[in-house]
């Protein structure tokens, strides 16, 4: 019903930026928080960013003054822009979105499928 397909991700040395995007399409009639996890090789997943509908941001300690959440309402879609990256950073991300499928119907938590992102030292 409903798809998200992250992109952008990538090979970059530490210091370096990247940016990924996360297209979400289906069956949407809205959508209410968007974000990102990662999960390391090894590590349990780990919340990153999170964006409102009404646009409120909160970011995970590791990531804060880093990583910018935002989003485009018109295309259904989230960014993170991750600036300053560390080896530490390595690690599968995956978006998720808080997604009504229909008016008066409930809301469902979907993922995407992830995006490699690698940091050289």
């Known amino acids: 019903q409903v798809q998200l397909v992250e992109s952008g991700g990538g090979l970059v040395q530490a210091g370096g930026s990247l940016r990924l995007s996360c297209a979400a399409s289906?069956?949407?009639?809205?959508?209410?928080?968007m974000g990102w996890y990662r999960q390391a090789p090894g590590k349990q997943r780990e919340w990153v960013a999170t964006?409102?509908?009404?646009?409120?941001?909160n970011y995970g300690d590791s990531v804060k003054g880093r990583f910018t959440i935002s989003r485009d309402n018109a295309k259904n879609t989230v960014y993170l822009q991750m600036n300053s990256l560390k080896p530490e950073d390595t690690a599968v991300y995956y978006c998720?979105?808080?997604?009504?499928?229909?008016?008066?119907?409930?809301?469902?938590?979907?993922w995407g499928q992830g995006t490699q992102v690698t940091v050289s030292s």
């Open positions: 964006i409102t509908s009404g646009g409120n941001l």
């Open positions: 998720t979105a808080v997604v009504q499928t229909r008016q008066l119907g409930r809301y469902d938590n979907y």
């Open positions: 289906g069956r949407i009639f809205s959508i209410n928080a």
